[in-house]
């Protein structure tokens, strides 16, 4: 067989690897999911209902640096019916599950600028990596 000829389904396998990297979506609603096992690579989603109109923010508490690398900022989506003056959404950060071992996920809502008051919600869960 010629080169060219294991190129394309080498590629193609290749192709439905990448396509087939497993995901886990993970919300503030379903954190009876937690604690989460995740395979080295796997991309995590977390997905958290918010409003920055009203001030308050999700923060990091821990972002389980040890085994997880966050894949960009966060990113607020907006509720489907745009044009709504003061209308939450969902807050989402990406993850990829970079290293074997075990870590907390914590996230707090609250008003940064009041770190004394007691947070309005609190997002906490065990990660383990293998």
Known sequence: MTPARLLVPLSLCLLAACAQTPKHIVSLDN????????????????MLPSNPTTGYRWL????????????????????RE????GEGGQSVWRYRAANP????????YQQPWAPEVRPE????????VK
């Open 31 to 46: 954190q009876t999911d937690c604690p989460l096992t995740l395979q080295t690579g796997q991309t995590l989603i977390l």
């Open 60 to 79: 990091m508490q821990n972002p389980a640096p040890s085994i997880l690398n966050s894949l960009g900022p966060e990113v607020f989506n907006a509720s």
């Open 121 to 128: 919600r609190t997002f906490d869960c065990v990660i383990t």
């Open 101 to 108: 071992g075990e870590g907390h996920l914590m996230m707090t």
């Open 82 to 85: 745009v044009g709504l003056v």
